[in-house]
């Protein structure tokens, strides 16, 4: 069974840092992308950040550049999101999603073929 756990989430100071978590299981980590995502209450749903496991190549929405990092551990089927400078427009629920292609399709349309349940991050002003 496909799995991904999301968690790391919590409230934190605008100007803080947050790292999330996602632990994958019940495929074979290195042949998947692995996403973030996230959506806010009224809001569209947003892509993040995305990683390559095969080579940890890695794309980032604009809104994020700069301040958001994400990496990957092939070694723990986990794949981390280090969240710098957060501010409260950040606030939403992130969850994490795989897909077997690669490209910035993904973010741009958040366009995964299988997404997990989320964590929520609270950035308050």
């Known amino acids: 069974e496909v799995q991904l756990q999301a968690s790391g989430g919590g409230v934190v100071q605008a100007g803080g840092s947050l790292t999330l978590s996602c632990a994958a299981s019940g495929f074979t980590f290195k042949d998947y992308t692995i996403g973030w995502f996230r959506q806010a209450p009224g809001k569209k749903r947003e892509g993040v950040a995305l990683?390559?496991?095969?080579?940890?190549?890695?794309l980032y929405a604009d809104s994020v550049k700069g301040r958001f990092t994400i990496s990957t551990d092939r070694s723990k089927n986990t794949v981390y999101l280090r969240m710098n400078s957060l501010k409260p427009e950040d606030t939403a629920r992130y969850h994490c999603?795989?897909?077997?292609?690669?490209?910035?399709?993904?973010?741009?349309?958040?366009?995964?073929?299988?997404r997990g349940q989320g964590t929520q991050v609270t950035v308050s002003s």
């Open positions: 999603a795989r897909d077997s292609r690669w490209g910035r399709f993904l973010i741009d349309q958040v366009d995964f073929g299988f």
């Open positions: 990683i390559a496991n095969s080579d940890g190549a890695a």
